[in-house]
């Protein structure tokens, strides 16, 4: 069974998406009955914890239509999403756009400011009030259970990469990544986040797509998680698949 569809939530709605539609990729790539489906397998393989409890606040990085955070919001989650700037997603222009619409009709809370900008920042958003004072929504300390990366690490990174650009080719395995300093700093600052924000016993899982160098990737998660005590490896399939758990 498919999720409910909410009430188109403004006018000119169904006109956009009718545009998007009419790109060749994306009517090809979205299918929001597949996507579903294939989500609610995922959640009963790979992040089936979220069925046995209820309450929890979830993350996703790079959640695209947000159809994983539909599904753990009908398990009576609260779900955050942080995805790529508009104009700067390495799935084009045309796909975080029918994100940005497909997460605005199903009040999903998404924010759209770039993985790589959150991370240094470990804030989901700032913006200026009225007198031009800059605020801050701060993910609170030890208040996350779960945070998903399925499919995203690489796009979210991209500035870590080599090789043809993926909003080009729409393939990670021709990228690379740069096995050098500002990597193995960005990936420490990654953890690092994560470790700020993931609950006791809360639930870590980075699925990349795989790249042309996956010993060098799988080398910087395991030797990253070293350095934070609280993450056990829970789960390891290969190179490209990483699930951890925080237990301090």
Known sequence: ?????????????????????????????????????????????????????????????????????????????????IDAKINDCEMGNEYIKLSQLMCD???LFIRYIGFDTYIKRGCLFAFKDAYGNTEEDIIPDNSV???????????????????????????ASGLSWKVEKRTWNIFYKMFQEFDRILEDNGYLVIWGNGSKN??????????????????????????????FKAMR
Not at 148 to 167: A, V, W
Not at 228 to 237: G, S, T
Request: charged fraction near 35%; hydrophobic fraction near 30%.
């Open 105 to 107: 009709r199903q009040k």
């Open 145 to 171: 259970y779960y945070i998903n990366s399925q499919g995203s690490i690489e796009q979210c990174l991209k500035d870590y990469m080599e090789g043809p650009p993926h909003r080009e080719t729409k393939k």
């Open 1 to 81: 069974m498919g999720l409910e569809l909410k009430p188109i939530p403004y006018s000119d709605w169904q006109a956009k998406y009718n545009k998007l539609m009419k790109d060749p990729y994306l009517s090809k790539k979205y299918n929001r009955k597949k996507r579903i489906k294939d989500k609610r397998a995922y959640m009963g393989n790979v992040t089936p914890e979220l069925k046995h409890c209820k309450g929890k606040v979830v993350l996703d990085i790079g959640p695209g239509p947000g159809e994983w955070l539909e599904i753990c919001r009908e398990l009576g989650h609260t779900g955050i999403g």
């Open 214 to 243: 996956n010993a060098a990737y799988d080398n910087f998660i395991m030797e990253t998680a070293k350095k934070f005590p609280a993450f056990k490896l829970f789960k390891k399939d290969g190179k490209r698949f990483h699930k």
